[in-house]
Structure formats: C-alpha cells, structure tokens
C-alpha cells in the first residue's frame, strides 16, 4: 500500500486516538504528522503486514515521546492562542465522545488506553497487547476492570 492511501485511510482513527490522549487538537495533528513521518521511513525499508495495529503502536509511542519531552522543558502559557473549529474537531468534539472521554480520566491510565484501543478503535486484544508490551492475559485482565469500572461510572452520572 503506499502512504498517501495509508494516510487517507487510517488518519482519522489515529488523530481520534491521539486527541483522546491528549486531549488538544493542535497537538494530536502534530502528533498525527510525527506518526506518519516516522511510518513514511519505516515503510521505506521494509514491510509491514497488518497496518492499522501497527500505527496505533507509532502513535502511542509517538504520544510517549512528546510527553517525555514536555517534561523537560518548561512550557509558558504566557502565549495567546487562537482556535479555529476544524470538521475534525467538531465530529471530535460531539457530546458524547467528549462524555467518554471525562469518564475515562476517572479510570486507571493503561486502563484507559485498552479501552481506547479495543472499545473506541477497533484493535483486538492481541493487537492492543502488542502496542502495549503488555501479556494478552494481563491486557484482558485491565480491559475487564477497566469496562467495570466504567459501567459504574455511568451508571452513576444517570
């Protein structure tokens, strides 16, 4: 497959993905870009069979990376910024997306990012256990508390 239709297909669950993590549009399209730069180099040397894990697996590790960062640099918040609404972050920023999002901040976080991988994008088990160095068993152990935990919580905000 070659980039651009990799792009096109799979660029809105990845900043989906991204957004939930960072919760900032700015940054998760800059991290939607790092993603697929650094896809666009590995996909020059080699191939890679099941796509779609394997980007969430660039971008988590992407996400990684940007908060490693963050952490040693001290950032001001003395900047004005300006926001445009964009179609992406309306679909984004439905109610009910956003609703989940709230919940999950109450959640453990590897709790919440099986959640987002397995409930919100689609990737097996399998497949989230491997973006998460995590053993199938401990990853379904997570998801299941995780899923608990989040029926409660609904059930408590009705």
Known sequence: MELETIYITYMNDIYRYLYSLTKN??????????????????????????IKPWLFKVAYYTYIDSTRKELRYMISDN?????????????????????????LEQIKP???????????NDCTNEQAANILNLKLNTL?????????????????EE
């Open 79 to 103: 900047v004005d910024q300006s926001y445009s609404t964009t179609p992406e972050q309306i679909i984004v920023e439905q109610d009910a997306y956003l609703k989940l999002l709230s919940l």
């Open 140 to 156: 379904k152990s997570h998801l299941a508390r995780g899923r608990k935990k989040m029926r409660a919580l609904i059930v408590k």
């Open 25 to 50: 549009h700015t940054t998760a399209e800059d991290l939607l870009q790092d993603t697929f730069t650094k896809a666009h180099i590995t996909l020059l040397g080699q191939e890679i069979q099941d």
């Open 110 to 120: 590897i709790e919440k990012q099986i959640i987002l991988l397995c409930d919100v």
